[in-house]
């Protein structure tokens, strides 16, 4: 190896070196500051903690009500989740077998659809299903769950539709002079060839899900309903901030979908990569 190569390779991993501590660093500012109290936080963020004191989290599970926020959470993310899946899956497919005029035009429209910001139409269509139908005030959680298959499928029709594509149809004909009916021939032999790329749309809409604020705090208006990044506005005051409390609470929030993402990151790029050049 001549002296460029090996100048080249170590500023390779000078470079990955800096961007994993600019990655890691506001976690470890997280987690060191979790066990501190407000004063030492505002006096030196940047210090360690004179004790490992677990109080602060003992406190932020009472005021959350945690694990009733955590149950809210947790079904809304799982079923909205499964349910984007399936049902985008099955369009993708429906589209693909039949590519007619009707459907490529159907399938550009939900591809545009996604650049259409949630921010232009959150207004009337909390008016429409609030004011006019009420469904806020008799069904939130299941509101919720069918806005965001609505707003998710968008993507998840646009990533399955690639990857059905190279299902060779001989795999279905096949299954057909076998005697199984079109939709035995999805489940059984569609849907598990495409288990890549549903493993990555499940974890970008679970990470998607689980962190949204916006749609749940317009929908869900009682505090039995409350998902946890609502609940943790109890900590946010109008002129202060109770930090000891609010860290602990956004730690607390996020460590089930970081070890869900690190456990699931090789299944992202897979998925999208294969997705990509199909």
């Known amino acids: 190896m001549n002296a460029r190569k090996k100048a080249s390779l170590l500023l390779s991993y000078l470079l990955l070196t800096v961007f994993f501590i600019l990655f890691v660093f506001p976690f470890f500012l997280m987690i060191v500051n979790s066990f501190k109290t407000n004063g030492q936080i505002l006096e030196n963020p940047f210090s360690l903690p004179a004790s490992l004191s677990f109080g602060h989290f003992s406190q932020v599970i009472e005021q959350m009500n945690f694990f009733v926020s955590f149950r809210n959470t947790v079904v809304i993310t799982f079923v909205s989740v499964l349910f984007i899946g399936i049902f985008s899956a099955m369009t993708a497919y429906y589209m693909v077998r039949r590519a007619d005029k009707f459907n490529n035009g159907l399938f550009a429209l939900m591809v545009a659809s996604m650049i259409i910001p949630f921010q232009s139409i959150m207004i009337p269509l909390i008016y429409i299903y609030g004011a006019k139908l009420h469904w806020i005030d008799a069904a939130p959680i299941p509101l919720l769950i069918v806005l965001y298959i609505g707003f998710g499928s968008a993507l998840s029709v646009f990533m399955y539709h690639g990857f059905v594509k190279s299902i060779p149809y001989e795999l279905e004909e096949a299954s057909l002079l076998d005697g199984c009916t079109r939709p035995q021939t999805f489940f059984r032999i569609v849907l598990p060839m495409l288990s890549p790329t549903s493993v990555t749309i499940a974890i970008l809409n679970v990470l998607w899900i689980w962190n949204?604020?916006?749609?749940?705090?317009?929908?869900?208006?009682?505090?039995?309903?409350?998902?946890?990044?609502?609940?943790?506005?109890?900590?946010?005051?109008?002129?202060?901030?109770?930090?000891?409390?609010?860290?602990?609470?956004?730690?607390?929030?996020?460590?089930?979908?970081?070890?869900?993402?690190?456990?699931?990151?090789?299944?992202i790029i897979r998925g999208v990569s294969q997705g990509a050049i199909k």
Do not use: C, H
């Not at 009682?222 to 730690?251: C, H, Q, S």
């Open 212 to 267: 949204d604020y916006l749609l749940p705090s317009l929908v869900l208006t009682e505090d039995r309903y409350f998902t946890m990044p609502i609940k943790m506005k109890v900590f946010n005051g109008t002129y202060m901030n109770d930090w000891e409390l609010l860290i602990p609470a956004l730690l607390l929030t996020i460590l089930p979908i970081l070890i869900a993402y690190l456990f699931g990151q090789r299944f």
